[in-house]
């Protein structure tokens, strides 16, 4: 038998295939969502890799629901991602954070049972594409018990902690699919010359030691004081362990996040002091990195709430939010309590 190479490795399909095998009682609906999205990440990929060829760079001049100018890749990307789950007839709908409405899909009647709700921002850090830095396509998965017949606005909104899967893609110097169903998190990176998706990092765990601190230290001085001080802390402290720690923020979350995760640090968008708003959507990027990060042994919060447990208002809604190890997010948020009390 010659040495292909490839026999020896998982990929995403045979990961998902045996994942499956696990649970018998699985009807393979859940495996088909992730392998569609899986699909469409290559889709985008190709796309970003082909920007500038493509003339698809720069912006479409029109602006998303937040008021941002869309690129024209956001516009490209979000449009890939609805075709992937438009005849899906388990999936019950969907909402994207390019679009200001919810999408409901009829079930058709043959779809007895669960169906699932897709919430995506296809193509976050996209303000950085003109600049060929990395971007990220962000997902987050819901149940809808009893075939979504009704499937309606609250449906939408519901807390991280009940996500059946999360994950995102990068689209780095290579293609990475990260995601994780609740048994922890894993990386395929996609190989280039059989297009698929490889296993390269099972179970990954988010390292104890700092070695980042990612925010836009720009706004500094529109932190409250907890979080000044502990962005002090993390960078200028005497704590010896922070010695090694230094400044990285790209300004695109799937990069940062995914450095973080790797090399361990902190990565943190806070509220504006006077406003109390964050920058971030709780439900297309925060709730999803929230249960990566949970899945790799850290912690997510807002410095008073864990991300998981909020119980999203609207659509859009923006949070505070910080990732890292469980040492680090501890301490924020004592010193958080402690300025709370005084
Ligand atoms: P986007 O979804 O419009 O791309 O915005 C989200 C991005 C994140 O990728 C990144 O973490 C953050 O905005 C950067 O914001 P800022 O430029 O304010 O630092
Ligand atoms: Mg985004």
């Known amino acids: 038998m010659p040495d292909l190479g490839w026999n020896d490795f998982d990929t995403l399909e045979s990961y998902i295939a045996n994942e499956q095998r696990k649970y018998p009682e699985s009807r393979g609906i859940f495996a088909d969502v992730v392998r569609r999205i899986g699909i469409a990440s290559k889709?985008?990929?190709?796309?970003v890799q082909k920007a500038g060829l493509l003339d698809?760079?720069?912006?479409h001049g029109a602006h998303n629901v937040q008021g941002e100018e869309q690129q024209k890749l956001d516009v490209i990307a979000n449009e890939i991602m609805k075709a992937t789950f438009e005849w899906m007839p388990l999936v019950a709908g969907i909402a994207t954070e390019e679009e200001e409405d919810y999408t409901v899909y009829p079930p058709k009647?043959?779809?007895?049972?669960?169906r699932y709700i897709i919430l995506f921002d296809p193509l976050d850090g996209s303000s950085n594409i003109d600049a060929n830095v990395s971007v990220g396509t962000i997902f987050s998965i819901h149940r809808v018990e009893g075939g979504g017949y009704r499937t309606k606005l609250s449906d939408f909104l519901q807390p991280g902690k009940s996500q059946v899967a999360a994950g995102y893609v990068i689209y780095g110097s290579?293609?990475?699919?990260?995601?994780?169903?609740?048994?922890g998190v894993h990386g395929f990176t996609l190989d280039p010359e059989i297009g698929e998706y490889v296993l390269s990092h099972e179970n990954i765990?988010?390292?104890?030691?700092?070695?980042?601190?990612?925010?836009?230290?720009?706004?500094?001085?529109?932190w409250d004081e907890p979080t000044q001080r502990f962005a002090d802390h993390l960078r200028y402290g005497?704590?010896?362990?922070?010695?090694?720690?230094?400044?990285?923020y790209i300004g695109s979350l799937v990069a940062d996040f995914h450095r973080n995760l790797l090399h361990g640090g902190v990565f943190m968008y806070p509220a504006d002091a006077q406003t109390g708003k964050g920058k971030l959507r709780l439900l297309y990027e925060c709730a999803p990195m929230a249960m990566l990060m949970e899945q790799a042994g850290g912690m997510a919060t807002t410095g008073r709430e864990r991300i998981m447990d909020i119980v999203p208002t609207e659509l859009h809604q923006r949070v505070p939010?910080?990732?890292g190890a469980v040492r680090e997010m501890e301490m924020y948020e004592g010193m958080v309590a402690e300025a709370d009390e005084q």
Do not use: H, W
């Open 238 to 248: 005497d704590d010896e362990i922070y010695e090694i720690t230094t400044s990285r």
């Open 56 to 59: 698809v760079l720069g912006s």
């Open 321 to 323: 939010v910080a990732f």
């Open 205 to 222: 765990r988010v390292p104890d030691q700092c070695t980042c601190f990612s925010a836009n230290e720009a706004n500094y001085k529109k």
């Open 174 to 183: 290579s293609t990475m699919f990260v995601f994780s169903t609740g048994f």
């Open 109 to 114: 009647p043959e779809n007895e049972g669960d």
């Open 43 to 47: 889709v985008v990929a190709v796309k």
